[in-house]
């Protein structure tokens, strides 16, 4: 079984930042794509970034320029920066993971419990 935990949301100000954090545990042979997400009451969950096991990365038009996603493959961690935070990035973000448990199996798409942003005005 495989845990993500996020960490690292809360209420800034407009124009402010903040850094989340998820951490991966559990049976992990290899982590593939590491992923943000985040929804808002009333709408579907909507990418945010992510990260390839290689660095790659992708962003939302909306936050590009603005969010930066990283990983620590070794401490089986990702993280998303976001600077210059505006009232429509409010909402809850939820980190996952494309693992695989065992060498040969495989990928199962795991997700964390998710973590409030509040951008005020």
């Known amino acids: 079984q495989v845990r993500l935990v996020e960490s690292g949301g809360g209420l800034v100000q407009t124009g402010g930042s903040l850094r989340l954090s998820c951490a991966a545990s559990?049976?992990?042979?290899?982590?593939?794509?590491m992923g943000w997400y985040r929804q808002v009451p009333g709408k579907e969950r909507e990418l945010v970034a992510h990260?390839?096991?290689?660095?790659?990365?992708n962003y939302a038009d909306s936050v590009k320029g603005r969010f930066t996603i990283s990983r620590d493959n070794a401490r089986k961690m990702e993280y998303l920066q976001m600077n210059r935070l505006n009232p429509e990035d409010t909402g809850v973000y939820y980190c996952?993971?494309?693992?695989?448990?065992?060498?040969?199996?495989?990928?199962?798409?795991?997700w964390g419990q998710g973590t409030q942003v509040t951008v005020s005005s």
């Open positions: 996952n993971a494309l693992v695989e448990e065992r060498y040969g199996w495989e990928a199962r798409l795991y």
């Open positions: 559990g049976s992990i042979y290899r982590i593939n794509r």
């Open positions: 990260i390839t096991s290689g660095g790659t990365t």
